[in-house]
């Protein structure tokens, strides 16, 4: 019987949480304090934090705004690129490398200082996102989930008569997939500075088991952003890094010119954001400890422009420029509206600030409302 998208996606979250289960079996020390650093995919202010476009962004406004220290104007002066822009928020410098992933960020990121001054093992840094720009080369020493690159291979190479599983079933690329991450995973975008896994099939199975209600029922992901949060949801569930970037890129449908789906990304990030906030508060461990900062990457060109407005995001404007954070949780002590312009760089020495260590090439400045 062929596989439905739902269980498609249903099947890489298997698939990949059996990986991230042995990747945790020699968990390293606990740390005092998390951070979860959400990225969004391109959102103009006119789809979400303005009069008409807050009906997009319900969740943002209504629940995670009230407790949050939020900063309306955060400026993008960089690249607008994906892996540019997440570079820049990574390390605190603007970065002007490829574009596409294929070099790495030309100053050293929060993981890079996290893991030489606190010493965090390999098992405490973790970037998941459907974004294929975001290849392992965001951070070396990083573990980078990129799992609908997975699916995307494991599909191509049954469909291609390129292993001999040769049907579209639910095993068959249950079993492709599982191949893929024992013997490829580089290739598809994964870095996994460990040695990779699949040594305990007790412990395998065991999560095979523990999962599989979820994968089958009513609330499987059907999305690459909802596939994205489930495995991050994983990660800090079984793991509880220090550190874990996720990006939600659904609303890039954008760049094939459908706005309603692109409108549709937006509601579904915003929906995931809440989630992440709800998953964190709900368990006592990470609400005491974890900060949740969430970022746009960048806006959208204006409507009218050359670039087919919210097609691209390639214009010096500000519509494509002007962006907006939001922080909750253990490093809010008061949640306020910080009406100031900020820059993405200000964040990255921000966040090393308050969990503890310093970030040494940063040119941004430590915003005094995050508390250290």
Known sequence: MLVSRRKLVGLVSLAVAQKILSAGASRSASVSKRLVLITTGGIRRQE????????????????????????????????????????????????????????????????????????????????????????????????????????VEAVERIIKGQTLRTRLEREQILQEMTAV?????????????????????????????????????????TSGDELTFMIAREVLQRLAPAMLMLNFSDMEVAHSGSYSLHLAGIRRADELCHRMWQFIQSNPELSA?????????????????????????????????????????????????????VRQVDMAPSIANWMGFECENSMGSVLPEFHG
């Open 289 to 341: 400890t974890t900060s949740l900062v969430i970022m746009d990457e960048f806006g959208r060109d204006p409507d009218g422009s050359g670039t087919n407005g919210f097609f691209n995001h390639r214009t010096d404007t500000e519509c494509c420029r002007m962006t907006w954070s939001m922080v909750l949780g253990a490093s809010v002590k008061k949640p306020q509206l910080v009406e100031r312009v």
């Open 48 to 151: 979400s934090f303005s009069q008409e476009g807050v009906a997009n962004i319900p969740h943002l406004v209504n629940d995670l705004f009230p407790q949050s220290l939020f900063y309306p104007f955060t400026v993008n002066e960089g690249v607008t690129s994906h892996f540019n822009t997440i570079s820049s928020m990574l390390t605190g410098v603007w970065q002007h490398v490829d574009d596409w992933g294929s070099q790495q960020p030309a100053s050293p990121t929060l993981f890079h200082y996290l893991q030489r001054q606190l010493h965090a093992d390999a098992d405490q840094t973790w970037v998941v996102t459907s974004n294929k720009q975001l290849t392992a080369n965001i951070s070396p020493g990083v573990n980078v989930i990129l799992s609908k690159q997975l699916m």
């Open 181 to 221: 991450l024992e013997t490829d995973y580089e290739r598809v975008g994964f870095g996994v500075p460990s040695a990779s896994a699949f040594q305990n099939p007790e412990v395998k199975q065991t999560f095979v088991a523990a999962l599989a209600n979820f994968i089958h029922g009513p609330n499987a992901p």
